[in-house]
């Protein structure tokens, strides 16, 4: 199948019919100027191309999630246990001074079975200094994978100095 195209010069408008798309410049019979001659895109080029397309992005989004699982897993792997504090109130106690009752959580990230560390919560002053370090005894010795313990503690230190509270696990 034998196509026709037609090109036009740039300079002084004169119309050409080309059997074949020329693979360099061309130049003008009339006036003597030169251009490329585009390429002019098929149906079956512009397939081409969005296919291609689609399989570059569907890649990225594959190696994206690689990266993401590894960086996950290796995570994990470092940290298996993590301890997240879920709420802080103020309670009175007997002798009337009000401290901090910390709840919140340990949880296994991992597939296997976990030993849990002490819990030490930590308090920290306006400047970010540490007021005091408690390290209180787990709710539970072990974790089964995705296990959570639940915790509770008061601390001794009373509230008017504290203004940050963190959890951690011993070492």
């Not at 990230?109 to 390290?135: A, M, N, T």
Request: glycine share 6%.
């Amino acid at each position: 199948m034998n196509r026709r195209m037609k090109t036009v010069c740039d300079f002084c408008k004169t119309e050409y019919s080309l059997d074949f798309v020329p693979k360099g410049p061309v130049k003008c019979a009339v006036c003597g100027h030169t251009w490329v001659v585009p390429r002019v895109q098929t149906k079956r080029n512009s397939l081409l191309t969005f296919i291609a397309a689609a399989c570059a992005l569907l890649a990225a989004i594959v190696f994206a999630v690689a990266v993401i699982t590894q960086h996950q897993i290796k995570t994990i792997q470092e940290k298996p246990l993590v301890a997240e504090i879920g709420d802080i109130n103020m309670v009175a106690g007997d002798d009337g001074v009000v401290r901090f009752s910390v709840n919140g959580r340990v949880i296994n990230r991992s597939e296997q079975i976990y030993g849990v560390p002490w819990i030490i919560i930590v308090s920290y002053d306006e400047e970010g200094d540490v007021v005091d370090r408690q390290k209180f005894m787990p709710p539970a010795t072990l974790l089964d994978s995705g296990g959570v313990a639940n915790f509770s503690h008061i601390l001794s230190v009373p509230t008017q100095n504290v203004k940050k509270i963190a959890v951690e696990l011993e070492k």
